[in-house]
């Protein structure tokens, strides 16, 4: 099984396969990651042309660096077995990811996980290079979401799919992502967006927001971005090339955090050092860090990394509050 490789998903971007110009749109567009959609965004009888326009598109290339993913359409349908091994073995050398929707148990992870060893094996394609993207999207699948995320190793994210969850429990409102009328304490995506996201911490997956359908109101996008940026969420769909800079800006660390993030990094790996003391717990300026602080800062580094950011501070140990404005190598 090939080992996976974590991958920057700030913006997911939405593409119908149908839509031929679209998916060439898209590869100049500076979303993280696009999925190129064969289910809901695609009409039944549009589904075996969406098919070969998606192959087509991911074997001319141009979406750089780009995640490239394909979502298929659930097994209760007539047309995942087909999805799969058309676009496998259509494009499979130029695929990253294969996403699921509708995921209710993790018995059909499984499956789609078997039908694409089968299909890499044929084709002489790398066995478990192809990434699984699991979608949540009703009770059955929040209540399994562990499992889900556990049921193989090529599982990447666990996405919130808010429209239809919110039909399957019978949610009293007709706008995706917004707070039900008479919902007035609190947020009512809480417990489903901690448990999805619990259960990707869990199995070091990454926990991927869904879409904000009014994709003309930015703010109203930017809004409900943050709040699964401030759980810890990783990125969120975008359905309209102006949803795509405010999901990267949202899910990517402020540059005062990432410089924060580095600055303990550097002074926790110096202080803990032989030269530095080797101490377990040390001031830096007015704040105390330790080995929880340097977890943190991990975290916050590590999306500021992923998302390109440059620092603008460097650790000085002779400095009052350990910061320079020039790096080592310059002062």
Same mark, same amino acid.
């Given at each position: 099984?090939?080992?996976?490789?974590?991958?920057?998903?700030?913006?997911?971007?939405?593409?119908?396969?149908?839509?031929?110009?679209?998916?060439?749109?898209?590869?100049?567009?500076?979303?993280?990651?696009?999925?190129?959609?064969?289910?809901?965004? !695609?009409?039944?009888?549009?589904?075996?042309?969406?098919?070969?326009?998606?192959?087509?598109?991911?074997?001319?290339?141009?979406?750089?660096?780009?995640?490239?993913?394909?979502?298929?359409?659930?097994?209760?349908?007539?047309?995942?077995?087909?999805? !799969?091994?058309? !676009?496998?073995?259509?494009?499979?050398?130029?695929?990253?990811?294969?996403?699921?929707?509708?995921?209710?148990?993790?018995?059909?992870?499984?499956?789609?996980?078997?039908?694409?060893?089968?299909?890499?094996?044929?084709?002489?394609?790398?066995?478990?290079?192809?990434?699984?993207?699991?979608?949540?999207?009703?009770?059955?699948?929040?209540?399994?979401?562990? =499992?889900?995320?556990?049921?193989?190793?090529?599982?990447?994210?666990?996405?919130?799919?808010?429209?239809?969850?919110? =039909?399957?429990?019978?949610?009293?409102?007709?706008?995706?992502?917004?707070?039900?009328?008479?919902?007035?304490?609190?947020?009512?995506?809480?417990?489903?967006?901690?448990?999805?996201?619990?259960?990707?911490?869990?199995?070091?997956?990454? =926990?991927?927001?869904?879409?904000?359908?009014?994709?003309?109101? !930015?703010?109203?996008?930017?809004?409900?971005?943050?709040?699964?940026?401030?759980?810890?969420?990783?990125?969120?769909?975008?359905?309209?090339?102006?949803?795509?800079?405010?999901?990267?800006?949202?899910?990517?660390?402020?540059?005062?955090?990432?410089?924060?993030?580095?600055?303990?990094?550097?002074?926790?790996?110096?202080?803990?050092?032989?030269?530095?003391?080797?101490?377990?717990?040390?001031?830096?300026?007015?704040?105390?860090?330790?080995?929880?602080?340097?977890?943190?800062?991990?975290?916050?580094?590590?999306?500021?990394?992923?998302?390109?950011?440059?620092?603008?501070?460097?650790?000085?140990?002779?400095?009052?509050? =350990?910061?320079?404005?020039?790096?080592?190598?310059?002062?």
């Amino acid at each position: 099984m090939a080992e996976r490789v974590l991958r920057p998903r700030r913006s997911n971007l939405a593409v119908p396969g149908s839509s031929p110009k679209m998916l060439e749109k898209a590869k100049g567009l500076p979303a993280d990651q696009v999925f190129l959609d064969i289910e809901d965004a !695609v009409a039944p009888l549009a589904k075996p042309e969406a098919r070969k326009n998606i192959v087509a598109a991911l074997n001319e290339g141009g979406y750089g660096n780009k995640v490239r993913t394909v979502r298929v359409n659930d097994f209760t349908t007539e047309w995942t077995y087909r999805d !799969v091994i058309e !676009v496998v073995e259509g494009a499979g050398a130029n695929l990253d990811c294969i996403m699921l929707p509708k995921v209710q148990t993790a018995e059909q992870v499984v499956t789609l996980d078997t039908l694409l060893t089968q299909i890499e094996k044929a084709n002489g394609l790398e066995v478990g290079r192809l990434g699984i993207e699991a979608q949540i999207e009703n009770a059955l699948g929040l209540v399994n979401v562990d =499992a889900i995320a556990a049921a193989s190793p090529r599982v990447e994210t666990i996405i919130f799919g808010p429209a239809d969850f919110m =039909a399957s429990i019978n949610m009293r409102t007709l706008v995706v992502g917004e707070q039900p009328a008479g919902y007035t304490e609190g947020d009512a995506y809480h417990y489903i967006l901690m448990r999805i996201l619990m259960a990707a911490r869990a199995h070091d997956k990454q =926990a991927i927001d869904g879409p904000y359908l009014q994709i003309r109101d !930015v703010d109203g996008y930017r809004r409900v971005a943050d709040r699964a940026a401030a759980l810890g969420f990783d990125g969120k769909w975008v359905l309209h090339p102006g949803q795509v800079d405010a999901a990267n800006e949202v899910f990517s660390p402020k540059q005062d955090d990432f410089d924060h993030a580095e600055l303990i990094l550097d002074a926790y790996a110096y202080y803990t050092s032989e030269a530095g003391g080797k101490l377990g717990a040390v001031m830096i300026g007015s704040e105390m860090i330790d080995e929880a602080s340097n977890k943190m800062a991990l975290v916050i580094s590590g999306k500021g990394r992923a998302a390109g950011m440059q620092r603008t501070i460097w650790f000085d140990p002779a400095s009052d509050d =350990a910061r320079s404005s020039a790096p080592p190598e310059a002062s």
